[in-house]
């Protein structure tokens, strides 16, 4: 069975703040993606990137980037200089070549990022 | 526009009736999936679709039913059986393979 987990429930940082978001996952399966999903107040899950397991070489794209770390089983994501429009929910997910007995994505439970101006 | 549209996007329902929500998708995209989401709560899968004329069941699928008898379209109907259905309910799509999936912007439902 595959398992995410996102420890931060919420997180509150004010504008222009870096700050991270913390994503664990378990899988015994050694060929996996991990994705991360942007949720805005409007409702649609919003694609960010996707990691697969045989790639370790961390990704900047603008102000976002990702640190993958098989060793640790986690996949961070660090927005630099936060903004307003980042306030979001994020959730991090995970899916193995075996589907773990059901197709789709295994999702952790979101991390609510609220910006402050 | 390629997309996925959901609708409607909020939706009431009363005790006891069946209510069904509309997915369809112009990405030429093979499969599709509906989850349900609730407060705090990660997405959880209810049913998905790898092919035309069939489907399977997720980790939820107690109380709800699905068709797919066109690619574009996956609708999911919320029965009587399915005593808590009060949720955010999403669809969505992908190509195959290790791609991502695509979300359609949901459809709130709430039972009165």
């Known amino acids: 069975a595959q398992k995410v987990t996102q420890a931060q429930t919420e997180i509150s940082v004010v504008e222009k703040e870096d700050v991270t978001l913390d994503c664990v996952y378990e899988t015994r399966d050694t060929t996996y993606y991990l994705f991360w999903y942007k949720q805005p107040p409007s409702g649609e899950l919003v694609f960010l990137i996707r990691?697969?397991?045989?790639?370790?070489q961390n990704e900047i794209s603008g102000r976002y980037s990702w640190n993958f770390q098989k060793s640790t089983s986690s996949f961070n994501f660090t927005i630099t200089a936060s903004q307003v429009v980042d306030s979001a929910v994020y959730f991090c997910a995970l899916r193995t070549y075996s589907g773990g007995g059901a197709d789709g994505l295994t999702f952790g439970k979101g991390t609510h990022l609220i910006i402050q101006p | 526009d390629g997309g996925i549209t959901q609708s409607p996007k909020y939706l009431f329902r009363k005790e006891g009736q069946n209510v069904t929500l509309s997915c369809e998708q112009n990405l030429n995209h093979d499969a599709m999936y509906w989850y349900r989401q609730d407060p705090g709560q990660g997405l959880r899968l209810i049913y998905y679709?790898?092919?035309?004329?069939?489907?399977q069941k997720g980790d939820i699928a107690e109380g709800y039913s699905v068709s797919r008898e066109k690619k574009e379209s996956f609708p999911l109907t919320v029965t009587s059986a399915q005593k808590n259905p009060t949720a955010f309910y999403l669809c969505?799509?992908?190509?195959?393979?290790?791609?991502?999936?695509?979300f359609g912007q949901g459809t709130r439902l709430t039972v009165v």
């Open positions: 969505a799509s992908r190509a195959g393979g290790f791609t991502e999936a695509f």
């Open positions: 990691r697969n397991s045989f790639d370790e």
């Open positions: 679709s790898q092919i035309v004329n069939d489907f």
